[in-house]
């Protein structure tokens, strides 16, 4: 666990987005949301179903232009002129919610990862690509799929697929929309694991989570949005109370644990609560 | 028999031309299939019409000898704007993708009966481009062929695997921050060049089928990008050459020939490759893994053989 770049105090902010909003239609998804990111921090991006965390990541990587405010990633300015021109997105990697439809010609767990070499201007796969793809592989544990197609992956793996596609560049920021929603525990475990591995090696993370799960000892930041608005923004919230009450499904896989570290102040437990109540 | 048909000056120059398209549509067909795009090809094919007709129009007005001089540059001009103009109307999202290629379709087909009504000439005129005359390619045409599919090739294949990750994720393209919208016009244009080339051999509405069959017959028997595209394009070189050098002997459409050869490729394909290709797993498809319950002993028991069953 060597700690290969040096962190300055205060560290630079590698997200910087101010007075987001993000309207779609008549329905205003983010209504000023501002948002930093430091470099080492590990910040979770926590919130209810359409409390708009997936529209505020997919805005902060420039897939999303918002509707006003502005983004800077690397410390350059997004969406201004070309697009973000000015980033050096060889060290930005994101990690969508979901592999998506994929595309109509099935791929190879090799030809998806190897993609994510390709960045900014580069259009070409350099030099050795295969080797770095096999060792983003092994870093999610599937080194031994490298030649499998990618539909033919169970939904957990296709996730392991899509993270490896965002480590094979080696960034410095991941940004990662609910890599663990379906996952189970082993995986999480596993996935925590790498997480720590490369948070110790200097890795800054912004993470869309339902629930700090097993992130939770790496967090450092806690970012909770509802209704479009940033609401708590410090420290990882507890888990609600009432967790364990009939007919609530969660992804945590150890309940028992919650009762540990119950929250003594109820009423502002329940204010970061993550769920929304009818 | 075959040397008289490869000494043959118009077979010459018909093969090559044949040779040429059945490399080039398949590389583009893997594209089009890998976005879902399946018919593009078709609605460049109507657009590109209504471009022979306006070459056909602007030739007259000239007064150029033969009335149809303009038509394959007239083709080449509309399929390129056409197809420009689906990526922005795909890109503004105001209209489906789908949608915009229904109106490609009857606008293609409308504006060129109405232009070369309009020149003098009559719809007959544009059978010629609906159903292919590779018999009539001449030394202008076949180097203009040989030009625009190395145009193809080059881009097609130089620049794939950029063109794969934007047709397979665009959003994913988007946040590495790779030229989306210029390699989304790089598709677009390579397309229609790739439909002004094939237009003289198997015709502007067979033309799709060049681009489709072929990867449909790949897909079969391959289940990676890369082998597919090679697959495709071997299948679309045999189907194009074979289906040509038959109607060498045979008087029939050269055009309607590859395709419906290339449509029983993929029907045998389709019946013979279960058979063929075992499907062996080369490893176990369930990982060894716990999950989130306990399970009593015997469960677990049952658990431990299964997971032998499947080594």
Known sequence: MTDTRQVTEPSEPVIEASGLHFRAGASHILRGVDLTVRQGEVVALLGANGSGKSTLVRALVGIKAPSEGTVRLLGEPLGAGRRGAGVDWSRVGYVPQRAGAGGGIPSTAQEVVASGLLHGRRLRLPRGWRDQVERALEQVGLADRVRDPVHLLSGGQQQRILIARALVREPDLLVLDEPVAGVDVASQEAFAATMERLVGGGLTVLVVLHELGELEPLVSRAVVLRHGKVVHDGAPPRARQDHDRVGHHHQHPHADDNGGRMAPDVAETRALDLEVRP | ?311
């Open chain 2, 1 to 311: 028999m075959i040397m008289l048909m490869l000494t043959d000056p118009f077979m010459q120059r018909a093969l090559i031309a044949a040779l040429l398209v059945g490399v080039t549509a398949p590389v583009v067909g893997t594209y089009l299939v890998q976005r879902k795009l399946s018919l593009l090809g078709d609605g460049i094919g109507h657009v590109a019409l209504t471009g022979v007709a306006l070459g056909w129009l602007v030739g007259a007005g000239m007064g150029l000898t033969p009335n149809d001089a303009l038509a394959i540059p007239g083709a080449v001009v509309a399929a390129v704007v056409g197809a420009v103009l689906i990526e922005v109307v795909r890109r503004r999202g105001r209209t489906s993708g789908d949608l915009a290629l229904a109106i490609m379709f009857y606008g293609g087909i409308a504006g060129g009966v109405l232009l070369i009504g309009i020149a003098g000439g009559s719809s007959g005129n544009l059978m010629q481009y609906l159903f292919g005359s590779i018999s009539t390619v001449s030394d202008g045409d076949l180097w203009l062929t040989v030009v625009l599919s190395l145009v193809v090739l080059a881009v097609g294949v130089g620049l794939r695997h950029a063109l794969f990750s934007v047709s397979h994720d665009e959003e994913f393209a988007i946040a590495s921050g790779l030229p989306v919208w210029a390699l989304n016009i790089i598709v677009a244009v390579v397309s229609a060049l790739t439909v002004t080339v094939a237009m003289r051999v198997v015709g502007l509405l067979l033309v799709s089928a060049l681009m489709i069959v072929p990867v449909a017959v790949a897909q079969q028997v391959t289940h990676a990008f890369g082998r597919t595209m090679l697959t495709a394009c071997v299948v679309g070189v045999v189907v194009c050459v074979t289906g040509l050098s038959i109607t060498y002997w045979y008087n029939v459409s050269p055009g309607a020939t590859i395709v419906v050869l290339a449509i029983g490729v993929y029907a045998v394909v389709s019946l013979v490759a279960p058979l063929l290709i075992r499907r062996r797993p080369a490893h176990d498809p369930h990982p060894d893994l716990p999950d989130d319950v306990d399970l009593p002993a015997a469960a677990t028991e049952r658990a431990a053989a299964a997971a032998k069953e499947c080594r």
